[in-house]
T-cell receptor
Framework: KQEVTQIPAALSVPEGENLVLNCSFT??????LQWFRQDPGKGLTSLLL?????REQTSGRLNASLDKSSGRSTLYIAASQPGDSATYLC??????????FGQGTILTVHP | DVKVTQSSRYLVKRTGEKVFLECVQD?????MFWYRQDPGLGLRLIYF???????EKGDIPEGYSVSREKKERFSLILESASTNQTSMYLC??????????????FGPGTRLTVL
């Protein structure tokens, strides 16, 4: 059974800092990995999708990497801003119908 | 932009009531999904559908049913609501059946409280 773990569970940083969120998964037979952002009480916003054949994806200040063989992904956020404060979730797809989610990392960026 | 909408942001129902949660997507996606999200348990898949009138059970289908009569609409039904079904319900959609490479897009969520 696929299990997804995110570390740390919570992170508080000052504005401007570069930071890394970690995601690990137990079954390397994945189709892709998706990073999401969730604001309190809201739905999920897709940030980046990395296919299993890719090593990384970039969007603005965000960069996600994937090492499928070791079961790891990282989300790098450059020059963090207070507006980045949210919960960040990673999810892996191992069949066409199913995403398995991690518990999330709660990020707080203070001015 | 893909838009996934859910019929209610907040809903309060009583134990034993029949509850309908509606989800609509406007991008002709074939796959649609219902998840619930609970503190400490994360997001869990309830049901999904890869075509009109088709449905597949997810990880926690007990106490729920679904309906997909039209491609753009996917309904989650609680036949007899119970307090342990109090949760945040999230609908999602993705482009093509059988191709697991597509991004899932989520709606804003429905916060259901069962009293």
């Amino acid at each position: 059974k696929q299990e997804v773990t995110q570390i740390p569970a919570a992170l508080s940083v000052p504005e401007g800092e570069n930071l890394v969120l970690n995601c690990s998964f137990t079954d390397s037979a994945i189709y892709n990995l998706q990073w999401f952002r969730q604001d309190p009480g809201k739905g999920l916003t897709s940030l980046l999708l990395i296919q299993s054949s890719q090593r990384e994806q970039t969007s603005g200040r965000l960069n996600a990497s994937l090492d499928k063989s070791s079961g790891r992904s990282t989300l790098y956020i450059a020059a963090s801003q207070p507006g980045d404060s949210a919960t960040y979730l990673c999810a892996v797809r191992t069949s066409y119908g199913k995403l398995t989610f991690g518990q999330g990392t709660i990020l707080t960026v203070h001015p | 932009d893909v838009k996934v909408t859910q019929s209610s942001r907040y809903l309060v129902k009583r134990t034993g009531e029949k509850v309908f949660l509606e989800c609509v997507q406007d991008m002709d996606h074939e796959n649609m999904f219902w998840y619930r999200q609970d503190p400490g348990l994360g997001l869990r898949l309830i049901y999904f559908s890869y075509d009109v009138k088709m449905k597949e059970k997810g990880d926690i289908p007990e106490g729920y049913s679904v309906s997909r009569e039209k491609k753009e609409r996917f309904s989650l039904i609680l036949e007899s609501a119970s307090t342990n079904q109090t949760s945040m319900y999230l609908c999602a959609s993705s482009l093509e059946r059988g191709l697991p490479y597509n991004e899932q897009f989520f709606g804003p969520g429905t916060r259901l409280t069962v009293l």
